[in-house]
Nanobody, 120 residues
Framework: EVQLVESGGGMVQPGGSLRLSCAAS????????MSWHRQAPGKERELVAV????????SVVHSVKGRFTISRDNAKNTVYLQMNSLKPEDTAVYYC?????????????WGQGTQVTVSS
C-alpha cells in the first residue's frame, strides 16, 4: 500500500523558512517522479514543484521560483520542499503527490497534507 506522510509545516513570519518532508513507502520510490502541491482556502489545489525519479531534473511554478527548492533522497525514500522568503500568499495546505502507471492504468496517491501558515 502506498503511503505518503508529510511533515514540517507550521506557522512562520513573512520572510521565514520551512522545510517540508514527505516520507514515502509501499512502492519503489526511486522509480517515480514526485511533486508537491498546495491548496489555499477557497482556491483550487495547484502544482508547486516537481522532481524527476533520480532527482536530476526539477521544476517549480513561477510564483515560487527563486524561493522554493524541491529535492529528494532516494536512500531515505523522502522528498523535500525547502521554502525560503515565505510570503502570506504561500499560506496553504501542502501535499505530496505520486502518480504511477501500472499496465497503462494511472494510480494517484496523495499525502494527508501539512499546514503552512505565513503571518506576522
Amino acid at each position: 500500500e502506498v503511503q505518503l506522510v508529510e511533515s514540517g509545516g507550521g506557522m512562520v513570519q513573512p520572510g521565514g523558512s520551512l522545510r517540508l518532508s514527505c516520507a514515502a513507502s509501499g512502492f519503489i520510490f526511486s522509480s517515480y517522479a514526485m511533486s508537491w502541491h498546495r491548496q489555499a482556502p477557497g482556491k483550487e489545489r495547484e502544482l508547486v514543484a516537481v522532481i524527476s525519479s533520480a532527482g536530476g531534473s526539477t521544476s517549480v511554478v513561477h510564483s515560487v521560483k527563486g524561493r522554493f527548492t524541491i529535492s529528494r533522497d532516494n536512500a531515505k525514500n523522502t522528498v523535500y520542499l525547502q521554502m525560503n522568503s515565505l510570503k502570506p500568499e504561500d499560506t496553504a495546505v501542502y501535499y505530496c503527490y505520486l502518480e504511477r502507471r501500472v499496465a497503462g492504468t494511472p494510480f494517484r496517491s496523495w499525502g494527508q497534507g501539512t499546514q503552512v501558515t505565513v503571518s506576522s
